[in-house]
């Protein structure tokens, strides 16, 4: 089973300043890692992913999450965020090796609102 | 063209009644999954078909009853509807090892 954990269940922050959304996981078996945005009254999307390779992985709005092992982490960051990017931010976990039907756990949310 | 569609979008419901949701995929993946967005905004899976079988069933009460006429159709019939079943109510669907999921655009079922 894994489980996810998100430290900030809120980040206010201001536009153009950096960010950083903490995500850790539990995992007894090895794992792909995701994060998804949600805005306002919308549904998931993907924003970036690991599967494997590189543990740094950018998406192409200028996020970016390094996974690391060692610490069961996979910290979300932008160097400089917009109002745009005001949003419900969930890190997932799962299985690499098809358990459970590769279901995705997530975490409870970040909600990141960026202000002028 | 949507990848991933449901319907309704909102529905309004008295307690007691019977509803269903419906859920469509054009991509051609094996799996299709609900998840449950509560009020805390807490997703969590309910149910998961492989090529409609079956597979994952999360103690989900079973006023909750999935159906897989096809493998790109999952939709969701709920019975005797509680003030608690109030959530978004997501379906989305998967292809291949653990590649990314894509998702609906929810479901906002309020019972009242």
């Known amino acids: 089973a894994q489980s996810v954990t998100q430290l900030d269940s809120q980040v206010p922050v201001f536009e153009e300043a950096p960010v950083e959304l903490r995500c850790n996981y539990s995992s007894s078996v090895s794992v792909y890692l995701f994060w998804y945005v949600q805005y306002p009254n919308q549904g998931l999307q993907l924003l970036l992913k690991y599967l494997s390779g590189s543990t740094l992985v950018e998406s192409i709005n200028g996020f970016e999450a390094e996974f690391n092992k060692s610490q069961t982490s996979f910290h979300l960051r932008k160097p400089s965020v917009h109002i745009s990017d005001t949003a419900e931010y969930f890190c997932?976990?799962?299985?690499?090796?098809?358990?459970?039907?590769?279901?995705?756990?997530f975490g409870k949310g970040t909600l990141l609102t960026v202000n002028p | 063209d949507t990848a991933v569609s449901q319907t309704p979008k909102y529905l309004v419901t008295q307690m007691g009644n019977d509803k269903s949701i419906k859920c469509e995929q054009n991509?051609?993946?094996?799996?299709m999954y609900w998840y449950k967005q509560d009020s805390k905004k807490f997703l969590k899976i309910m149910f998961s078909?492989?090529?409609?079988?079956?597979?994952i069933n999360e103690t989900v009460p079973n006023r909750f009853s999935p159906k897989s006429p096809d493998k790109a159709h999952l939709n969701l019939h709920i019975n005797s509807l509680e003030l608690g079943d109030s959530a978004v109510y997501f379906c989305a669907s998967r292809q291949g090892q653990g590649t990314s999921y894509t998702f609906g655009s929810g479901t906002r079922l309020t019972v009242v």
């Open positions: 991509l051609g993946h094996d799996t």
């Open positions: 078909y492989n090529n409609k079988e079956l597979i």
């Open positions: 997932a976990v799962t299985s690499n090796s098809g358990g459970s039907n590769y279901k995705l756990t």
